[in-house]
C-alpha cells in the first residue's frame, strides 16, 4: 500500500496522522497534490458531511473547517479540524496575500 509500501490508515490506532495515500501508482508528487487537494476541498467546506468523512476516513481525517465543530468519526482518535490538524497546510489554502490577490 502506498508508493513507499507503509501506508497506514489514518483512522486507525497504528497512525498518528491525517492524512495517508494508498494508491500504489501514485509517487510522492501525487501524494502531495493529492493532499493540496483535500485541503482546498477541506478549506471551502465540501468535505464537511458526515457522508464524506465517512468515505474519506482510510485516507484524509481534517474535513472539518475553520471555526466549525469536528465532526465525530466513530473510531477515528485522529480527526481534527484542517487549521488544528496542519495550519501551514491551511494558511498555504486560504491566505490571500500579495499582488493579485
Known sequence: WGFRGD???PCGGACIGQFAYSDESCDERCVVA?????????ALGGAFTHAMAEEARHEWLMGTPAGAPVLPLSGCPNKRS?????PALYRMVTERTGEGS
Not at 493529492?34 to 477541506?42: K, L
Not at 484542517?82 to 496542519?86: E, T
Open 34 to 42: 493529492e493532499g493540496i487537494y483535500w485541503a482546498v476541498t477541506s
Open 7 to 9: 501506508w497506514r490508515d
Open 82 to 86: 484542517l487549521a488544528g490538524g496542519a
